[in-house]
């Protein structure tokens, strides 16, 4: 859409003429000044938490750092150099040896949304599936953080916040 | 010939004075625009639109997605 706006204006005398290809979404993950009706609260962006444990894919699990409590299960997420994320270390596997190669355990590929994800869609996915949190990654596969359905649903005016 | 602007760009355009123009449908600009953009939506696109626009300075327009 706006590849072609940016033309017309050009064919109406403007000399200079830009297109944010990336557009609102990139903005608004970017955590700049929106306004209007219903500016504020209404993405994954707004709302994500992104204090999250993470390790690098070549160590051993006793080297892996902190862990965060999701759903009564232990976490840690697996990135690269780039934060790019490659996979999850949840529950049991932090009983395993600690000399265990993190690639070893590893769950790869786990389930992510972007982070313009609209909240009510998000709620409503997340209720459906019978999940109180999700990870938000952006479209390279850069981590962003961990989204809680509490804090979702606090956002929409339907819950208080944990 | 538009150029392409990067998050960066806009950001340093708009110091620059630049204008910023949403071409989303009037709906979706009232629930949620950058901030300081005017709205034109594309099917109004026009000379008379676009009268109140500065042609000698810079115009960035955008829409809504990366994803």
């Known amino acids: 859409m706006s590849p072609r706006a940016a033309w017309r204006l050009e064919s109406l005398g403007f000399s200079k003429v830009y297109d944010y290809v990336d557009g609102k979404a990139d903005w608004a993950v970017a955590g700049l000044p929106r306004e209007g009706d219903k500016a504020g609260f209404n993405r994954a962006i707004d709302v994500v938490r992104r204090d999250v444990p993470t390790c690098r894919l070549n160590v051993l699990l006793k080297d892996a750092g902190g862990t965060v409590q999701v759903g009564g299960k232990e976490m840690c997420l697996v990135v690269n ?72 649903e606090w956002a929409l005016g339907e819950a208080e916040p944990e | 010939m538009p150029s392409s602007a990067t998050r960066d760009d806009v950001q340093r355009l708009l110091k620059e004075g630049a204008q910023l123009v949403d071409v989303l449908p009037e709906a979706e600009y009232r629930d949620e625009h950058i901030a300081g953009a005017v709205s034109i939506p594309l099917k109004k696109l026009d000379r008379q639109t676009t009268a109140h626009l500065d042609r000698n300075l810079p115009v960035i327009v955008y829409c809504y997605d990366l994803f």
Do not use: H, N, W
């Open chain 1, 81 to 152: 150099d780039e934060g790019i994320l490659l996979g999850r270390l949840r529950g049991a596997v932090f009983e395993r040896d600690p000399e265990t190669p993190i690639e070893e355990i590893m769950e790869s590929g786990p389930t992510t949304i972007r982070p313009d994800t609209m909240l009510q869609d998000i709620c409503a996915r997340m209720e459906k599936r019978r999940v109180d949190s999700i990870l938000v990654a952006t479209e390279t596969g850069r981590l962003i953080g961990i989204l809680y359905r509490a804090d979702a």
